[in-house]
């Protein structure tokens, strides 16, 4: 019984000193070991424009390279890499954005953009940092290039429909250049001009997303926001029209029909039931002389259409007319053939 306690305790004992070996390797800090540096590592060219979408704010794109002659890293560039926009003092970071790994894992040559609604746009021609940085959680001595802007990168138009244009003619010459270094079609001629073709759009939109508003020019399928108001409706120009006999011969002698009844009822009631009773006359000729009605509704809808035009016809009953027509004219068509 003692020694089978020996070897339980012998064997516990083992298994804590090994424990704590793992752990102290553990714990001791891995050195890090910098990914290859890129050959070429460049921020090339700036774009700024405002009131591209909304008045007030600012779009600031830019092109950039991260190429390797060898040694390409496996992991790809949104990881290794990252793009910041710094306020003038180089310290307040403005916004962050990666590069998007579409073509190549994200290497060579790309474009992207940063976007202020108004109420966070930066101040407008200010000498802004953009930096391109190594992401510290892969790098130990992280690369790192910056591009103060001037005022030749802002742009001097004021309008949406410029500075989208000028936008859009910026990102038609960059993927120009990006077609070469790609080796990959990202453009296509059309009557509209040049534009993206699936490829380009994709990539557009990944790297700048709400790029097809910004700079709907550049797509071939183009989409645009309306601006709908719902309209309202009112009883102002019928009203107008029972008013436009006012001090006339035929104003007065639509007051004297009136008057023969002691007002009891308003003219315009009369010449509507006048108008009803010439149509309901047309629908009785129509269906005698012809044995069809169809002649007679499109005849009526003329005296009832004129005849509220006129003022002599109320409007209200029109609508309710039109609507007994729209139901009919769905009968002759469809339910009485079905």
Not at 5 to 13: D, G, H, N, P, Q
Not at 19 to 31: E, G, K, M, Y
């Amino acid at each position: 019984m003692r020694r089978r306690y020996t070897k339980v305790f012998s064997r516990t004992a083992l298994a804590t000193v090994i424990a704590i070996i793992l752990s102290l390797f553990t714990a001791a800090p891995v050195l890090a070991v910098d990914p290859a540096t890129p050959t070429t590592y460049t921020l090339d060219d700036v774009q700024a424009v405002h009131n591209i979408v909304e008045t007030g704010d600012t779009l600031i794109a830019f092109k950039y390279t991260i190429t390797y002659s060898s040694g390409q890293p496996t992991t790809p560039a949104n990881k290794l890499f990252h793009f910041r926009l710094m306020d003038t003092d180089g310290v307040t970071q403005l916004g962050a954005v990666e590069p998007y790994a579409y073509n190549n894992a994200g290497y060579d040559m790309g474009y992207s953009a940063f976007y202020f609604a108004a109420a966070d746009a930066p101040a407008w021609e200010d000498a802004l940092i953009l930096k391109m940085v190594g992401n510290p959680q892969y790098w130990e001595t992280p690369p790192e290039v910056n591009y103060t802007m001037t005022g030749s990168d802002y742009s001097q138009l004021s309008t949406k429909k410029e500075n989208q244009s000028l936008m859009g003619n910026w990102i038609i010459e960059v993927c120009r250049t990006l077609e070469i270094n790609w080796s990959v079609k990202l453009l296509t001629e059309t009557n509209q001009g040049t534009v993206f073709n699936d490829y380009g759009a994709a990539y557009g939109n990944g790297t700048i997303p709400g790029l097809q508003t910004m700079c709907p020019k550049i797509y071939s399928t183009q989409a645009q926001g309306l601006d709908l108001t719902r309209r309202t409706w009112g009883t102002d120009m019928l009203t107008t029209w029972a008013e436009q006999w006012n001090g006339t011969v035929v104003g007065d002698a639509l007051t004297g029909l009136a008057d023969i009844f002691n007002n009891a009822v308003s003219w315009q009631i009369l010449t509507s039931l006048l108008c009803l009773i010439l149509v309901v006359v047309l629908f009785g000729w129509s269906q005698f002389k012809y044995s069809d009605n169809q002649s007679a509704m499109i005849a009526g809808s003329y005296i009832l259409a004129g005849g509220t035009a006129m003022g002599l016809f109320n409007g209200v009953i029109l609508a309710i007319i039109t609507i007994i027509y729209a139901f009919y004219t769905g009968y002759v068509f469809m339910g009485r053939h079905a």
